[in-house]
């Protein structure tokens, strides 16, 4: 079975966030997401609206993913990939290059963002469609 692992946020779930998950899953046969903690958000400097109980629970009900797990800290990934026997780690290609330590573990892919839409710009257009 070819596993593959993403990692992230996914706050106010977008289709930005189905694209990718849905092609991760492309690349195997099972698709574990990492996702951030709410305390690690806070090491990233990210305020995530849903908590991460219920960022996990809305994952979980996504097609394209089998697994769930946290994501604690920056250093987690290679143990993780040796953990749960990973042949493929994908990230959106804002992060390109950032994890090409992974290579000697597994496969690395970075794919391309999906244009005009973030978490960040919904929280924008929602404040101002609120505020006038
Ligand atoms: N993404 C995307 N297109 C968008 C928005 C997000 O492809 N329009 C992708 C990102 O590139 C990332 C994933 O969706 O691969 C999750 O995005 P975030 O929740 O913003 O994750 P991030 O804060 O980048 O956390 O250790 C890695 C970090 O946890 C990644």
Same mark, same amino acid.
Request: net charge negative; aromatic share 12%; hydrophobic share 35%.
């Given at each position: 079975? !070819?596993?593959?692992i993403?990692?992230?946020?996914?706050?106010l779930l977008?289709?930005?966030?189905?694209?990718?998950?849905?092609?991760? !899953?492309?690349?195997?046969?099972y @698709?574990?997401?990492?996702?951030?903690?709410?305390?690690?958000n806070?090491?990233?400097?990210?305020?995530?609206?849903?908590?991460?109980? /219920?960022?996990?629970?809305? @994952?979980?009900?996504?097609?394209?993913?089998?697994?769930?797990?946290?994501e604690?800290?920056?250093? /987690?990934k290679?143990?993780?990939? /040796?953990?749960?026997?990973?042949?493929?780690?994908?990230?959106?290609?804002?992060?390109?290059g950032?994890?090409?330590? @992974?290579?000697?573990?597994?496969?690395?892919?970075? @794919?391309?963002?999906?244009?005009?839409?973030?978490?960040? /710009?919904?929280?924008k257009?929602?404040?101002?469609?609120?505020?006038?």
């Amino acid at each position: 079975m !070819k596993k593959v692992i993403t990692y992230g946020t996914f706050d106010l779930l977008h289709t930005g966030h189905i694209n990718i998950l849905k092609r991760a !899953k492309e690349y195997g046969d099972y @698709l574990i997401v990492a996702i951030s903690t709410d305390e690690f958000n806070d090491i990233k400097n990210k305020k995530a609206y849903y908590s991460f109980e /219920q960022r996990k629970a809305i @994952l979980e009900a996504i097609r394209y993913v089998d697994e769930v797990i946290p994501e604690e800290t920056w250093e /987690q990934k290679v143990e993780d990939v /040796q953990k749960y026997d990973i042949d493929v780690f994908v990230m959106g290609d804002d992060w390109k290059g950032k994890f090409d330590f @992974l290579k000697e573990y597994c496969e690395v892919i970075y @794919l391309p963002r999906t244009v005009g839409i973030s978490t960040t /710009q919904i929280k924008k257009d929602l404040n101002k469609a609120h505020n006038g």
